[in-house]
């Protein structure tokens, strides 16, 4: 949030807030003639229902909110997972059209979720559930990490989509929110909205918000702070799993130590990776994507728990079975559109397979082996795999500045991308690091954990290269190269953003 706004009165204008306070107080007011007229269960779930609309009339009514000028609609402050207020943004009309378009959209959800259901608007169950007992179906508002109301071995499944790092901060964005919820449902729900803003000290995100002035680094504390909660709520989740149970883990963070993280709290808590399932879930024209390299698809992980007999093993008998697996796996990832930096981090589900399934992993000097290392080898299984299926041949000839070149649009197919990213197709490859990319070949500009490739003209300009006929044939060596010449002046006869390939290698 920008500095100065301290209270969320400051993230709507005036007239936003009159409206909406008068909605609140109109629910308010409705709730004592609807708890008149229906039992408490109805009454409570309408009064639930009316402070939804009202939500989304806050979402879409502040200056947080923007306006969609290719669609022409009003996109709502949460479109971004931040909070960020806008220099212009637009007021829907008051009173009646705001809540009677929002009041729409929300009947209009519940209706999918009727059909999602497959029940009537009007029912009261759910098909198939009515067979079970009132109190064997139990919803409860609990930590991960303290599930003391469960007892040891009696889950048959767990799902659970943990949070990624800081990736979002989901207490200070539901703040947004609760304060509102606090005054129409806090007599309805009084044990959901007891506190004045939301927790954030259990929350399980790394916010170095809260770690600042402590001695030491705000991220570095967050992250530990974020790790050890994982670690505590996966082992929460061994505790009350059956011996036989299962659990999914959804996740699809791109960083490579968040994986790595991850892998290690899971085979930690006594987990082994049984099976993974890449699907395409996140939808590319989210704000929060748009003109970057975002991730698209969703790694499904099966874990079980592991055999207890199950002794420790060696990397060197390990390796050569994590490529072969991932070489094996990566057609059928292919086939279900899974593309892209998407691949590489597809393949890091049967990576896992292999590695978490003896504990500990060592190393021929005997030292403990984490995730990350089988992480490092899937990357490279699925760069050498890409590269014979683009090259139609292996990498003989090819030098490693090539092949990362070659292989850096058909993963990232965006001009920015994350540092990390850079760095590990660059160690996958090998021959050169990130810092050769930038200052000796000027391939790409590197600012703030993010690299952004260089176009032709700009490399012109910064003399990586000369298009004189004479120093071009006298500087460039080698057998191949591919690199993008169609913006280049006086270069015509391709499309924009073709690759022109030469029998060169790139200067």
Not at 77 to 102: D, F, I, K, R
Not at 176 to 192: A, C, E, M, S
Not at 251 to 260: L, M, P, T
Request: glycine residues 6%.
């Amino acid at each position: 949030m920008q500095p100065g706004i301290d209270r969320w009165d400051k993230v709507f204008n005036q007239r936003q807030l009159l409206t909406l306070v008068t909605y609140a107080e109109i629910i308010n007011e409705a709730k004592a003639l609807i708890q008149a007229e229906f039992e408490w269960e109805k009454a409570e779930a309408i009064a639930t229902y009316l402070a939804l609309v009202l939500d989304r009339c806050v979402d879409k009514n502040c200056r947080l909110s923007h306006l969609n000028t290719a669609k022409g609609s009003v996109e709502g402050a949460m479109g971004q997972h931040s909070l960020n207020l806008m220099w212009n943004y637009p007021e829907v009309g008051l009173y009646g059209l705001l809540w009677g378009y929002q009041a729409e959209c929300t009947v209009s959800d519940y209706l999918k979720l009727c059909a999602l259901f497959g029940t009537q608007p009007s029912a009261t169950g759910i098909p198939g559930i009515e067979q079970w007992e009132p109190k064997s179906i139990q919803i409860d508002a609990a930590s991960a990490d303290s599930l003391y109301h469960i007892p040891d071995k009696s889950v048959d499944a767990i799902v659970t989509d943990p949070p990624y790092y800081s990736t979002i901060q989901y207490a200070e964005l539901s703040d947004f929110f609760y304060v509102w919820q606090k005054r129409t449902l806090g007599d309805i729900h009084p044990n959901l909205f007891y506190s004045e803003l939301t927790d954030k000290d259990r929350e399980a995100v790394a916010n170095p918000s809260r770690f600042r002035n402590m001695g030491a680094s705000p991220e570095e504390l967050a992250n530990r702070d974020y790790e050890t909660k994982m670690a505590l709520a996966f082992a929460e989740h061994y505790r009350v799993l059956r011996d036989d149970g299962v659990m999914t883990v959804q996740f699809n963070h791109k960083d490579s130590g968040a994986w790595d993280v991850l892998a290690k709290s899971l085979i930690d808590a006594g987990f082994e990776i049984t099976a993974s399932w890449a699907v395409s879930t996140e939808n590319p024209q989210n704000l929060h994507q748009a003109q970057k390299n975002s991730v698209s698809s969703t790694v499904l992980l099966v874990c079980r728990k592991r055999d207890l007999n199950a002794g420790q093993a060696w990397w060197d008998d390990l390796r050569p079975e994590v490529a072969n697996l991932v070489e094996q796996r990566a057609p059928e990832f292919e086939e279900n559109d899974i593309t892209g930096i998407d691949l590489y981090l597809s393949a890091f589900g049967p990576a896992l397979k292999v590695f978490s399934r003896s504990w500990p992993v060592l190393s021929s000097s005997g030292d403990e082996v984490r995730p990350e290392q089988a992480f490092a080898e899937a990357r490279k299984a699925i760069a050498s795999y890409r590269f014979r299926k683009l090259a139609q041949t292996d990498t003989a000839g090819f030098d490693p500045l090539t092949q990362w070149y070659f292989l850096a649009w058909d993963a990232f197919r965006a001009r920015e991308f994350p540092f990390d990213e850079v760095r590990q197709l660059a160690l996958a490859i090998g021959g050169f690091s990130v810092a050769d990319l930038a200052k000796t070949y000027k391939l790409l500009d590197s600012a703030s954990g993010t690299c952004k490739l260089l176009t032709p003209q700009q490399r012109l300009k910064k003399r990586a290269f000369s298009v004189r006929e004479q120093e071009f044939s006298a500087r460039v060596t080698g057998r191949w190269t591919a690199r993008y010449y169609s913006d280049l002046p006086g270069r015509t006869g391709h499309p924009a953003g073709a690759p022109v390939y030469e029998s060169h290698r790139l200067s």
